[in-house]
């Protein structure tokens, strides 16, 4: 695996993980642990529009809801978008952000 830069997302992504504290009532949002196609959306979104050693700037959610990043696991994506517009689709989940 090369190191462009869907592959270091990717990887980044694969090793999210929490083991603080948290105040009661907060738990911590890991799509990526809780469902596996997840996970394989994620990496081919990246491949198909990371997939190079381009420089870019990188925004990324703050609000992983649970109809989008929350579910697909990339930002700003629901279901319905990573299906309509990037072609990508996941059939274990089908989310509509308004």
Do not use: W
Not at 10 to 25: T, V, W
Not at 39 to 53: G, I, L, P, Q, R
Not at 58 to 74: K, Q
Request: with cysteine; net charge negative; aromatic share 10%.
């Amino acid at each position: 695996m090369g190191r462009n830069i869907a592959n270091k997302i990717i990887a980044f992504n694969r090793e999210l993980h929490y083991a603080g504290e948290l105040p009661e009532g907060f738990q911590v949002l890991n799509p990526f642990l809780e469902n596996q196609e997840t996970m394989s959306v994620m990496e081919a979104f990246y491949h198909k529009y990371y997939n190079d050693t381009h420089q870019r700037r990188f925004i990324i959610g703050i609000n992983p809801g649970r109809h989008g990043a929350g579910v697909t696991g990339i930002p700003f994506t629901d279901t319905k978008r990573l299906e309509n517009i990037c072609g990508i689709t996941m059939h274990s989940a089908h989310t509509h952000e308004v």
